[in-house]
């Protein structure tokens, strides 16, 4: 349980492109990964110290930010996704080390079986099951939270790979099965992989940045002292399959152990009650788009978005208006590729950064 410094000036030599090739992606919904240069290129016109990522999501704009040497605010409103950025943004010393690593991956006799009962037969072999009711315990045991996110954001990540798609919304693992590497290796195979990988990642960029759990209205003070603000909300749904919660409700559920979560029982595949949020709805979305505005008048404003998301850019760049001045589109290709299989979702739209200055 070791914790490893390492000197903010190593940071300041070496480049952002080079740092955010760590970047541990995994396969979710409208991540920026693959647009990190051109947002890092957008942003770099744009004077700025501090920095609020208010949907962090996958984590990719937060890491981005703090390669810039930013002072980074990352928020999310699930749980998993705060987890992954408190062990990569907020984190810049705690490591896993190998007598740790070896501790964790031991079978813990006190262990709930809970996993076992809730999801057999549903995503995971039963030995998978296992060691993930096995090393949920013991990654509790650790002291040291930001070296229990770090741990938790290596399991994650696993759990990503190992299931077919990335996501939880088929109970059946054999259907998605094309002889991928991931798919052959065990979840404990996976984490002994996954924690050097993110043990890569941690870095001190020379700031304290911070991690949060919570909705973009109910933000502490210190997220609303910064200089730039950057939302990638989610879009209002086409179909109940853009669900994050549908999508990724095994690792929210994972990330805390299930620990006040309600399963929705009819559910083939043990989903957990979904949290309210307006942007998910038509009704509720140009209300909360203009209120998120307001809130945050005082910085510069960066909203990510895509020309497939509701409201469409006449209506989102009208709204921003009425707080800021000065509104800059840029706008820029994009393909997402949804899944890994010969099936994947691939879809073709133009990504918008609506950048608004006083």
């Known amino acids: 349980m070791s914790v490893a410094s390492l000197d903010p000036i190593h940071v300041l030599l070496d480049s952002w492109q080079n740092r955010i090739k760590s970047f541990p992606q995994v396969r979710y919904m409208g991540s920026k990964a693959r647009l990190l240069p051109w947002i890092a290129e957008t942003v770099a016109t744009i004077p700025f ?149 993110f043990n890569r990642t941690v870095f001190d960029n020379g700031t304290a940045c911070q991690a949060n759990r919570g909705d973009v209205f109910s933000l502490p003070s210190e997220a609303m002292e910064v200089d730039l603000v950057y939302l990638d909300p989610p879009y209002v749904p086409r179909a109940d399959d853009n669900c994050y919660v549908k999508r990724y409700h095994f690792l929210e559920g994972l990330s805390q152990y299930w620990d006040d979560m309600e399963i929705v029982q009819a559910s083939k ?30 910085s510069t404003i960066v909203l990510s978005y895509s020309s497939n998301g509701f409201p469409d850019l006449e209506v989102l760049t009208k709204l921003m208006a009425r707080y800021k001045p000065q509104i800059q589109v840029h706008t820029k290709d994009h393909t997402y590729h949804f899944g890994t299989h010969s099936q994947a979702v691939r879809t073709k739209v133009d990504e918008y950064l609506i950048v608004g200055t006083s």
């Open 49 to 197: 110290s501090s920095a609020l990522d208010a949907f962090s999501g996958s984590g990719a704009v937060s890491f981005l930010f703090k390669a810039l040497g930013k002072k980074v605010f990352s928020n999310d409103f699930l749980n998993f996704p705060t987890t992954i950025a408190r062990a990569i943004v907020e984190n810049s010393s705690s490591t896993i080390s190998d007598e740790t690593l070896t501790y964790l991956i031991q079978p813990e006799p006190r262990a709930s079986d809970f996993i076992q009962r809730t999801f057999a037969g549903i995503f995971y072999t039963q030995p998978d099951l296992q060691f993930l009711d096995s090393v949920s315990f013991r990654i509790r045991q650790l002291v040291d939270p930001l070296e229990k996110a770090l741990a938790l954001a290596a399991l994650l990540r696993s759990c990503a790979k190992r299931q077919p798609r990335g996501v939880f919304t088929v109970a059946d693992p054999e259907r998605y099965k094309d002889g991928r590497r991931d798919l052959k290796l065990t979840l404990k195979e996976h984490f002994l992989e996954q924690v050097p990988f």
């Open 269 to 298: 595949v043990k989903k957990i009650v979904k949290p309210y949020t307006p942007f998910s709805y038509r009704k509720d979305a140009i209300e909360a788009f203009d209120q998120m505005f307001r809130r945050f008048a005082n």
